[in-house]
């Protein structure tokens, strides 16, 4: 279903090794928009579902370990959901601590990239200057939604 992404430990996911993750050089993630770990100890069922529209439960996870996020459904509060897999594999994100992941220009402060209100680059809205980092809440082909 899911496997560890990048150079990280899992010790680095579920934070017992702070004083080792100074020392990890940080890389290019080319999907998901984190890294999702169970907020309870290994054998303690997480329920997947189906859709987050229609949540029918479709099994359960049960290990501790990191999981790619590859999308999420924000419905509000106690409504968020993540995909963990396939569309028959979501979750509540209330189980769960996540490093979310973020974006930053590859361009210099202040160059100036602008961005759009959908992925085809259509509804031009601004331009970010490279001195801040943006939470990647989607991806779209090569597109990240920075909210």
Known sequence: ???????KSLSWFIDSNKANQSNIVYTQQPNGIGIAVSKYPDGYAINL???????????????????????????????DMICLGNDKQWAYLKHFNVKWFYATSKYPVGYGVNYYEEPECMNYKGNID??????????????????
């Not at 529209?53 to 370990?65: D, E």
């Not at 939470?135 to 082909?141: A, E, L, Y």
């Open 1 to 7: 279903m899911n496997r560890l992404v990048g150079n």
């Open 49 to 79: 579902y189906e859709t987050p529209m229609t949540p029918q439960f479709t099994g359960a996870l049960i290990q501790k370990i990191p999981y790619l996020i590859l999308t999420g459904y924000w419905g509000g509060d106690e409504q």
């Open 130 to 147: 490279g001195s801040t980092s943006f939470r990647v809440w989607d991806r779209v082909g090569n597109a990240v939604d920075i909210g």
